[in-house]
């Protein structure tokens, strides 16, 4: 709009400062007058280019802003997508987690059941070996228990057994026998050695 008005300007300038002819009396030349019109048209014409171009700008930030706003939507989608695998993947985790957990408080409390299994087993075996007489000779108080004893198995063949007093390599004997079948039954007390021929003796 200022640049149309400067030229209009210049315009009616150069007009009134063009020199007159004699025969006009003064006036300009009557072309000139024919072609002032010319200027208004300009003044006009760049208006209706100006307002086009504003127009054509304000139709290129609605369309950048409309794909802005479509990339920020699609983003936050994807976030929100991306969010809920994260916290689907920490549920899995903490289940995997608690289920770890009880399986191994179910594997711990097994180990001990076994534990006492097993201690139980040997205490029983301890016993077991303690309340029962091999082949050897032994002595009472040491490497056995007072009491009386029989033999486990029926004597099939003849067997020789003997209770002698403890140190004296079995010089001092007590009491002895051979047996030729039965079940042999001895009675052994503290500071005596006990020698088995005759199979398994077991405590009575």
């Known amino acids: 709009m200022i640049e149309s008005r400067e030229i209009e ?22 072309r000139r007058r024919g072609r002032r019109w010319l200027w208004p048209a300009a003044a006009v014409l760049c208006l209706v280019v100006g307002i086009s171009i504003g ?12 794909a802005v706003v479509a990339e920020r939507d699609d983003l936050e989608d994807q976030l929100a997508v991306a969010t809920a695998a994260v916290q689907d993947a920490q549920g899995a985790t903490a289940d995997e987690q608690g289920a770890l957990g009880e399986r191994s408080a179910e594997l711990d409390a097994r180990e001990a059941a ?20 091999g082949i050897g000779t032994w002595t009472v108080g040491v490497d056995l228990e007072p009491g009386t ?16 007093r403890s140190g004296t390599n079995g010089e001092d004997i007590l009491q002895n026998d051979i047996v030729n079948g039965g079940h042999p039954t001895v009675t052994l007390a503290e500071g005596q050695d006990f020698e088995n021929g005759c199979g398994t003796f077991v405590k009575q």
């Open 55 to 66: 127009g054509g700008d304000a139709g290129v930030s609605a369309s950048r802003y409309d």
């Open 149 to 164: 004893y029989r033999t486990a198995e029926p004597v099939t063949s003849t067997c020789y057994w003997g209770i002698y």
């Open 9 to 30: 300007e210049r315009a009616m300038t150069q007009h009134h400062n063009a020199p007159s002819s004699p025969e006009s009396g003064g006036r300009a030349p009557s």
């Open 114 to 133: 076994l534990h006492a299994r097993e201690d139980a087993v040997v205490q029983i075996e301890q016993t077991v070996a303690a309340s029962q007489i």
